[in-house]
């Protein structure tokens, strides 16, 4: 079993950055972790993963602007989020799986654990 704890959204301008923080329960360096986001209306996206060995994967709107990490010596997941877009509002989920796998995924089947959420708005 895993709690994640999300922290870290907030309300931003278009263009500005914030930095999204995921703290586990238990300690998750070999294990894939990822950011996904779902917006008013719409179906949850996966937006960033990082498999155990460090891969990342990004979905493609957000390429170039977000950088998802994996701090070990902290045991937490980053996102951190530039050039933000109004498009970008939405709540972000932190998802965690106790498989170890060699590619990152970007699909909700492919995480077991998931956090509560964390709100992020960008005005134009």
């Known amino acids: 079993q895993v709690q994640l704890v999300e922290s870290g959204g907030g309300s931003v301008q278009a263009g500005g950055s914030l930095r999204l923080s995921c703290t586990p329960s238990?300690?998750?360096?070999?294990?894939?972790m990822a950011w996904f986001r779902q917006g008013p209306g719409k179906e949850r996206e996966g937006v960033a993963s990082?498999?155990?060995?460090?891969?990342?994967m990004y979905t493609a709107s957000v390429k170039g602007r977000f950088t998802i990490s994996k701090d070990n010596a902290k045991n937490t997941l980053y996102l951190q989020m530039n050039s933000l877009k109004p498009e970008d509002t939405a709540m972000y989920y932190c998802?965690?799986?106790?498989?170890?796998?060699?590619?990152?995924?970007?699909?909700?089947?492919?995480?077991?654990?998931w956090g509560q959420g964390t709100q992020v708005t960008v005005s134009s």
């Open positions: 238990r300690y998750m360096s070999d294990y894939p």
């Open positions: 998802a965690a799986d106790l498989s170890p796998r060699g590619s990152p995924v970007l699909s909700t089947s492919g995480y077991k654990y």
């Open positions: 990082i498999d155990t060995y460090g891969v990342t």
